[in-house]
């Protein structure tokens, strides 16, 4: 034993290091208390270059407030090259939808859709993807020059940090559409499976999950909020991707049964979507949105075919000025409330 020890001089421990500080930048968040997790709905089983590997699985977060005071959750879908992060949070650093909705009382999912995401799709099994979301196709589509559109905050072109931070969010789509949305419809019916009855809020390339899924668990989809829904119908986005089922790429069962989707745009009116008959549905549009030219469009087919939508445009609710992304900019708060209101009525 040294002399040191001996006569009790051993040193004092080192000060434990302070706490981090949060972020001044983060301080207005709201502190909640919620529940929260994840987990994956499988995809197929496929041979691979090192053996057998899952193709395109959906992944899932959840989260439930401290009490659920809705009678059904709701699953929220994002649209095309998006993700999960287009309901978490706004470019500019606000809570997103999500957090309303589960403050509202809800029990809420968030699915990234097949390979998009963190749902994983190596080309090789998934098929060939489609080109990289650029910055002049988010300008195009989410910063559009029609008057009245104020609520952008992504206004400054190339270069605007706002505009950095919503396309850094945004990947690619499968070059495949249809088997883009026969995979959408198949996690997500089997997430239904799962979870049980849910209420389904869509957003652009996302909207033909919801009519797909509708299809798939007609007893399990209790109404369908579409918002500012991929279309028109039957529309062509270029070579070989086409919205050939109507309203979706991937085959939908009508009345009287349809082999060849070609009957159904010769035909207008005279094959129904059984499983849409008597389905709460809700076709939203921002108010300056170029959504608003086609998504009528949509409500005309789903009734035309024995459904009973509604159109909503958030300007006949006093909500002024949104584009395609309204859960993006920067009234979103105020632009969810007329959703809440409409979801509020499914029983």
Request: proline share 10%; hydrophobic share 45%; aromatic share 8%.
């Amino acid at each position: 034993m040294s002399a040191e020890v001996a006569a009790g001089a051993v040193a004092a421990p080192e000060a434990p290091a302070a706490p981090a500080a949060l972020p001044e930048e983060f301080a207005h968040y709201p502190l909640r208390t919620t529940r929260r997790g994840h987990f994956w709905i499988a995809g197929e089983r496929v041979p691979g270059e090192r053996g057998t590997v899952q193709r395109a699985p959906l992944f899932v977060e959840w989260e439930a407030p401290a009490e659920i005071t809705r009678p059904y959750p709701i699953v929220l879908v994002h649209g095309g090259g998006g993700q999960i992060t287009d309901w978490r949070g706004t470019p500019d650093g606000r809570p997103g939808w999500a957090d309303l909705f589960v403050d509202a009382g809800y029990l809420v999912y968030l699915v990234d859709r097949p390979a998009h995401g963190r749902s994983w799709a190596h080309p090789e099994v998934v098929g060939e993807p489609g080109a990289q979301f650029s910055y002049e196709m988010a300008i195009g589509l989410f910063d559009t020059e029609i008057p009245g559109h104020d609520q952008s905050l992504w206004s400054g072109g190339i270069g605007d940090p706002m505009l950095d931070q919503l396309t850094a969010g945004m990947g690619f789509l499968p070059a495949d559409l249809a088997e883009s949305h026969r995979m959408d419809q198949d996690r997500i019916s089997r997430l239904l499976d799962r979870i049980g009855p849910a209420v389904l809020v869509t957003h652009s390339a996302g909207g033909p999950s919801g009519w797909l899924v509708a299809d798939a668990r007609p007893g399990l989809v209790k109404a369908h909020v579409a918002i500012e829904p991929m279309g028109p119908p039957f529309h062509e986005f270029g070579p070989g991707v086409r919205l050939d089922w109507g309203i979706a790429a991937a085959p939908l069962t009508y009345d009287p049964p349809v082999t060849d989707p070609a009957e159904l745009e010769a035909s207008p009116g005279e094959h129904r979507l059984p499983a849409l008959e008597g389905l709460p549905v809700v076709v939203v549009v921002g108010e300056t949105s170029p959504f608003t030219a086609w998504a009528p469009l949509m409500v005309e087919y789903v009734n035309a075919a024995g459904g009973s939508a509604e159109f909503l445009n958030l300007g006949d609710h006093g909500v002024h000025g949104n584009g395609h992304a309204m859960m993006l900019e920067r009234n979103s708060d105020a632009a969810v409330v007329p959703i809440l209101d409409w979801i509020a009525r499914i029983r």
